[in-house]
């Protein structure tokens, strides 16, 4: 059973596509690195800005015929081969792919209210083709919609990307109870809440090493922590370059950090979970 990773958040500007992509991309390459027999990697976009999509592509001009929405909106019975069309490679590595978002995604959420079956349009073309790849991850829009649901109803493992200042319990719970909610209303028992990533952590703010200390302390949320990705300058020049973090500076904090959660996922790839 391929993994599919749902990184997602309600609050924007807290590393989601960033760790999204990084991830896909290292989950590339440390596959390749171990001589795996497959080294591929499906990175979907479903936010309408299109981020994800533009660091990997170089393009955000994605329209009706080539990216999520054409999907979205085929035929079901069509529908995979549709997902198929839309996939394009990555500038990035020829192992890594990407289903890129379009602008249109934004109106596509008004188009499908109420349309029998809406927040499976993702998932069922998704389980046709998802056995092509090693992993599959998939980057949310900061918001509990339609477009996010049917992420994590394509999903089997949720990561939560939180920054220092929302680490407050009573905000990651309801993060996880919301997830938890959509997995039970719609019966979707393969998903769960696999990993906390905290990002842009920088440990000269007492805050920042307070909230941390109480989230490792924590019997529940301290067992999800991934990783915990340092603030870094190297970010925002990668992602302006068009480049992962790994190729940009692969000595940088930041991307020393994403390469031990990237070794944990493979691992868990590794001991096929389900």
Known sequence: MTRVFVFTNHK???GKSTSATNIAFGITGMLRRANASNCRVLLIDTDSQGHASLV???????GTDDSLYTVLMADRQNAPQTLMNCIVPSTWDENLHVLPASPM???????LMGVAGAPYRLADPLSKIANQYAAVIIDTRPSFSLMTEMGLLAGSDAIVPVEPRYLETVGLTSVIQKINDIRDGWRHPNLRVSGLIVTKMDNRIRGHSHLLAELKSHPVLGKLLLGVIP???AVSYAHRNHQSLFSYDPRASASKAYAQVVASLVRYLSKGIE
């Not at 990997?56 to 994605?62: I, V, W």
């Not at 995604?105 to 188009?111: D, K, N, V």
């Open 12 to 14: 924007g500007g807290v």
């Open 56 to 62: 990997t592509t170089g393009r955000k001009d994605y």
């Open 105 to 111: 995604l934004e109106g596509a959420e008004r188009e």
């Open 231 to 233: 603030a870094n300058e």
